[in-house]
């Protein structure tokens, strides 16, 4: 059974800063691209940030570009949101994704219908 499973969440004062993690199990994704979303209660789920399968390429939403920094580590299997600076509108629910397609480009890095695999969410609440 594959599973992607977020940790890192938490509450924090505006400024401050956490990192997030999600840890992958049941199938390696070290081929494929994995992001980051989140989403405000009533809001579509949105882009943070995404990296491609070598790390080689990264996105952001130029809300956390500066801020924000995706990375991956392929021998633990897991991706990484270092989030600094942080702003009470980056509360939310923020969600790992992974793609998972014979053709690895297929889908766009920005969009939700571009990933496959969703863990269930860690809540972010950022204090002003």
């Known amino acids: 059974q594959v599973q992607l499973a977020e940790s890192g969440g938490g509450l924090v004062q505006a400024g401050g800063s956490l990192r997030l993690s999600c840890a992958a199990s049941?199938?390696?994704?070290?081929?494929?691209?994995m992001g980051w979303f989140r989403q405000d209660p009533g809001q579509e789920r949105e882009l943070v940030a995404a990296?491609?399968?070598?790390?080689?390429?990264?996105y952001y939403a130029d809300s956390v570009k500066g801020r924000f920094t995706i990375s991956r580590d392929h021998a633990k299997n897991t991706v990484a949101l270092q989030m600094n600076s942080l702003k009470p509108e980056d509360t939310a629910v923020y969600y790992c994704?992974?793609?998972?397609?014979?053709?690895?480009?297929?889908?766009?890095?920005?969009?939700?219908?571009?990933?496959?695999?969703w863990g269930q969410g860690t809540q972010v609440t950022v204090s002003s």
């Open positions: 994704a992974a793609r998972w397609r014979e053709d690895r480009d297929s889908g766009s890095y920005y969009s939700t219908e571009g990933y496959d695999y």
């Open positions: 049941g199938r390696s994704f070290s081929s494929q691209p």
């Open positions: 990296i491609s399968w070598n790390g080689g390429k990264t």
